[in-house]
């Protein structure tokens, strides 16, 4: 098991910005995501890593917003939100994998998940 941290959560208005952070604890390398879920909507996919090069995948809700990052050693992503808008207004889970086969979206590959932080976004 790969115990996840989330940080950077909290609340803003309509466009400001926030950063959040995951970390994986311990040794290995992953493949990193970052999925939300408002109340009453089912969970859905944000950005993630979609091979072990560095390429990112977006969703079209916040292509041109959004953009994460990882370290080198692969076991932590930050989520860089920019332009908030109050749909943004979710809890946001970071995700890790083993391997890369897999689609980016596919919340089913992911081994391991985050507690989730608070994204609040006011108007």
């Known amino acids: 098991q790969v115990p996840l941290v989330e940080s950077g959560g909290g609340s803003v208005q309509a466009g400001d910005s926030l950063r959040l952070s995951c970390v994986a604890s311990?040794?290995?390398?992953?493949?990193m995501a970052w999925f939300r879920q408002a109340p009453g909507k089912e969970r859905e996919f944000v950005a993630g890593?979609?091979?072990?090069?560095?390429?990112?995948t977006y969703s079209e809700s916040v292509q041109g917003r959004f953009t994460i990052s990882r370290d080198n050693g692969q076991n932590s992503a930050d989520l860089q939100m920019n332009s908030l808008k109050p749909e943004d207004t979710a809890v946001y889970y970071c995700?890790?994998?083993?391997?890369?086969?897999?689609?980016?979206?596919?919340?089913?590959?992911?081994?391991?998940w985050g507690q989730g932080t608070q994204v609040t976004v006011s108007s």
């Open positions: 311990g040794g290995g390398t992953f493949g």
């Open positions: 995700a890790a994998r083993s391997t890369y086969y897999n689609m980016v979206y596919d919340e089913q590959s992911y081994d391991y």
């Open positions: 890593f979609r091979s072990r090069a560095g390429s990112t």
